[in-house]
């Protein structure tokens, strides 16, 4: 099915299909239509299933055939995202996919300089991505405008209910016109978010592409048991002996992120931290050299990771277990986006059995952790092992620590 059978104009086609896209994923699918329709909806669909597109693209079409042209510091089309990552995103997506348009559109967040940002308010815009802190300083100035809103966009709304986004997202609301279209976008259909739809949604047709925190099919998921004080060490052995040029890693803390990249650094591996205490020039820097491949693995806590877009992005690794086992899922699923192949290894310690028990229960899925010879766990930290499966091959070794004297065999 070509996008141009969802009911899509001919330069929103051309610019998906220059992007490499060609066939529209199910949450597209379903949601396009309706949203070109000018119906609310209220979507849950695992994270990189394309909910960015299946939002956006429908969304410049309803702006580009309006006669509304964006008037100064006003804006037409609010999107409203947690994280200052998944904001320059969704703005880079909703710039790429309307190239062919005659719009507007502006990126804000915090962590950067106002004025740039001003600026691009004064002339009013068709589409405004903001996280809601920023969102507010620009409202408590008066340097743009939500009383000509004709579309909301909520997107990754449970994360914003985690980050206790919500007394501020109440308070935006109460700035936008009654009538609007209104699209709230979801991991999960969790009792939050229900009731935050019946509170700000109008019969919103509900689409729900996948069963409730699951894990994508395409991602193969491993586990390696290993004392705590040697998950480094593995996690660097394995990167340099199978040559992974670009894995994303989780850690637990932001210190842990920060020490854990530095160590990586110092056995051969170029490495950075991303999370929340840092500046947003060293984020953006980090994710930069990331994408480009200057840096070969990325450390990253939960929060400054969700909803990062990494094209074919081959390998996510837990180097620490979450303690919320839905995270998981929004972890692993930075990889095997989009219908591709992707992979995810946790590396679990004695003390985070229970945890990968938990995980397992969420996503009903056994996960049995693994021995590699030569990093065999304390004798308490594995109950009924497995047998040892070898680690993915992907190339000769090239930097990473040191193999172990009993390490596994090439």
Same mark, same amino acid.
């Given at each position: 099915?070509?996008?141009?059978?969802?009911?899509?104009?001919?330069?929103?086609?051309?610019?998906?299909?220059?992007?490499?896209?060609?066939?529209?994923?199910?949450?597209?699918?379903?949601?396009?239509?309706? +949203?070109?329709?000018?119906? =609310?909806?209220?979507?849950?669909?695992?994270?990189?299933?394309?909910?960015?597109?299946?939002?956006?693209?429908?969304?410049?079409?309803?702006?580009?055939?309006?006669?509304?042209?964006?008037?100064?510091?006003?804006?037409?089309?609010?999107?409203?995202?947690?994280?200052?990552?998944?904001?320059?995103?969704?703005?880079?997506?909703?710039?790429?996919?309307?190239?062919?348009?005659?719009?507007?559109?502006?990126?804000?967040?915090?962590?950067?300089?106002?004025?740039?940002?001003?600026?691009?308010?004064?002339?009013?815009?068709?589409?405004?991505?903001?996280?809601?802190?920023? /969102?507010? =300083?620009?409202?408590?100035?008066?340097?743009?405008?939500? =009383? #000509?809103?004709?579309?909301?966009?909520?997107?990754?709304?449970?994360?914003?209910?985690?980050?206790?986004?919500?007394?501020? +997202?109440?308070?935006?609301?109460?700035?936008?016109?009654?009538?609007?279209?209104?699209?709230?976008?979801?991991?999960?259909?969790?009792?939050?978010?229900?009731?935050?739809?019946?509170?700000?949604?109008?019969?919103?047709?509900?689409?729900?592409?996948?069963?409730?925190?699951?894990?994508?099919?395409?991602?193969?998921?491993?586990?390696?048991?290993? =004392?705590?004080?040697?998950?480094?060490?593995?996690?660097?052995?394995?990167?340099?002996?199978?040559?992974?040029?670009?894995?994303?890693?989780?850690?637990?803390?932001?210190?842990?992120?920060?020490?854990?990249? @530095?160590? /990586?650094?110092?056995?051969?591996?170029?490495?950075?931290?991303?999370?929340?205490?840092?500046?947003?020039?060293? #984020?953006?820097?980090?994710?930069?050299?990331?994408?480009?491949?200057?840096?070969?693995? /990325?450390?990253?806590?939960?929060?400054?990771?969700?909803?990062?877009? +990494?094209?074919?992005?081959?390998?996510?690794?837990?180097?620490?277990?979450? @303690?919320?086992?839905?995270?998981?899922?929004?972890?692993?699923?930075?990889?095997?986006?989009?219908?591709?192949?992707?992979?995810?290894?946790?590396?679990?310690?004695?003390?985070?059995?229970?945890? /990968?028990?938990?995980?397992?229960?969420?996503?009903?899925?056994? +996960?049995?952790?693994?021995?590699?010879?030569?990093?065999?766990?304390?004798?308490?930290?594995?109950?009924?092992?497995?047998?040892?499966?070898?680690?993915?091959?992907?190339?000769?070794?090239?930097?990473?620590?040191?193999?172990?004297? #009993?390490?596994?065999?090439?």
């Amino acid at each position: 099915m070509p996008f141009a059978t969802l009911g899509l104009r001919a330069e929103l086609c051309r610019a998906v299909s220059a992007h490499g896209y060609d066939t529209p994923t199910p949450i597209q699918q379903q949601a396009i239509p309706v +949203i070109l329709d000018g119906k =609310d909806v209220l979507a849950a669909a695992q994270t990189g299933t394309g909910k960015t597109a299946g939002f956006s693209l429908p969304m410049l079409q309803r702006l580009a055939e309006s006669d509304q042209p964006a008037r100064p510091k006003s804006v037409r089309a609010l999107v409203l995202t947690p994280t200052r990552e998944l904001a320059a995103q969704v703005g880079q997506s909703v710039k790429d996919y309307g190239a062919g348009l005659r719009l507007r559109s502006a990126v804000i967040f915090g962590g950067v300089g106002i004025n740039p940002q001003i600026s691009a308010l004064a002339r009013g815009v068709d589409v405004l991505v903001a996280t809601p802190g920023r /969102l507010l =300083d620009h409202l408590q100035q008066g340097t743009c405008a939500l =009383d #000509r809103v004709e579309i909301l966009v909520l997107d990754e709304a449970d994360r914003m209910l985690d980050m206790g986004f919500i007394r501020d +997202i109440r308070r935006i609301l109460a700035l936008l016109p009654k009538r609007r279209q209104t699209l709230l976008f979801s991991a999960t259909f969790s009792g939050d978010i229900r009731a935050l739809a019946a509170q700000f949604l109008h019969q919103p047709v509900e689409i729900d592409v996948a069963p409730r925190n699951s894990t994508a099919a395409q991602i193969d998921q491993v586990a390696y048991a290993v =004392d705590k004080g040697r998950k480094r060490e593995l996690l660097s052995w394995l990167v340099g002996s199978n040559n992974w040029q670009q894995v994303l890693v989780f850690a637990r803390t932001k210190h842990g992120a920060n020490r854990l990249a @530095e160590q /990586l650094e110092a056995d051969g591996l170029k490495s950075a931290a991303i999370h929340g205490n840092k500046s947003q020039g060293a #984020r953006t820097r980090a994710l930069e050299g990331f994408k480009n491949g200057s840096v070969r693995v /990325l450390v990253a806590t939960d929060i400054a990771a969700r909803g990062l877009d +990494i094209d074919q992005l081959p390998l996510v690794v837990n180097h620490d277990l979450p @303690e919320v086992p839905a995270d998981y899922v929004h972890r692993i699923g930075r990889t095997g986006r989009a219908g591709r192949t992707g992979h995810a290894i946790s590396l679990v310690s004695p003390d985070e059995v229970d945890l /990968l028990r938990n995980i397992e229960r969420l996503v009903k899925q056994r +996960i049995a952790p693994q021995v590699l010879p030569g990093y065999e766990p304390s004798p308490h930290a594995v109950h009924a092992p497995p047998e040892p499966r070898p680690p993915m091959r992907g190339g000769p070794r090239h930097g990473g620590a040191r193999r172990p004297e #009993r390490g596994p065999r090439r």
